[in-house]
């Protein structure tokens, strides 16, 4: 079956550590996307991608780097400089004019 | 630029019993309008889609919605729910040919009680 498998379900990053997120799809589709989900506040864009080796930010890139080098692929690495980085990240994809699917999601934690 | 309110944070009712969810847009354009949800600890579910045609759409699940142009509004509803519904519930609005520009609501948690 095709969809958007999102790993690992829990992560935990200690104080001064990168951490990535993997967000992989066999939907073919060709634009990808990164949410930050908090409680009472909805999904915030945190950066997309519309073709391989190409990305943009969102509205809340700061702390945040992604890469872009496989179709299928979709990588977002949460950075020392994100503050405050516990939340819930959903991963989601789509084709032309079409909603997007999302994946399972992360939870990341401070340890 | 664009912008989803959903004006209830919580609502509970009865198994069985009828729900609306309530959903108003902002945007000068024809908007592309979702309904999403939630069970926790998942990703989120497309119930359904509105982008024109026929004002009230049917989803998955036994959704519906109907798209009020005069009121801005794009109202979920369900003539009974059953417990396996409880779950968050999201608005959401696009725009055509620029899918990164999607603004969802801060959703609406349902409960159902027995």
């Known amino acids: 079956d095709g969809g958007i498998t999102q790993s690992p379900k829990y992560l935990f990053r200690k104080e001064g550590q990168n951490v990535t997120l993997s967000c992989e799809q066999n939907l073919n589709h060709d634009a990808m996307y990164w949410y930050r989900q908090d409680p009472g506040q909805g999904l915030r864009l945190i950066y997309y991608s519309q073709i391989v080796n190409d990305f943009q930010k969102g509205d809340i890139a700061e702390g945040y780097s992604v890469s872009r080098e496989k179709k299928e692929s979709f990588p977002l690495t949460v950075t020392s400089a994100q503050k405050n980085p516990t939340a819930f990240y959903l991963c989601?994809?789509?084709?032309?004019?079409?909603?997007?699917?999302f994946g399972d999601g992360t939870r990341l934690s401070i340890l | 630029a664009q912008s989803v309110t959903q004006p209830d944070i919580h609502i509970t009712v009865s198994e069985g019993a009828s729900l609306e969810l309530r959903c108003n847009y902002s945007?000068?354009?024809?908007?592309?309008l979702f309904w999403y949800v939630q069970s926790p600890g998942q990703g989120l579910q497309l119930l359904l889609k509105y982008f024109s045609g026929d004002t009230l759409v049917q989803g998955i699940k036994g959704f519906e919605a109907e798209f009020k142009r005069s009121q801005s509004s794009f109202n979920l509803r369900k003539p009974s729910v059953h417990w396996s519904d409880a779950a968050e519930y999201f608005c959401a609005v696009g725009v055509l040919y620029n899918n990164n520009d999607m603004r969802f609501g801060a959703g609406t948690r349902l409960t159902v009680k027995p």
């Open positions: 945007y000068g354009a024809t908007p592309y």
């Open positions: 989601a994809s789509s084709s032309e004019n079409q909603p997007q699917h």
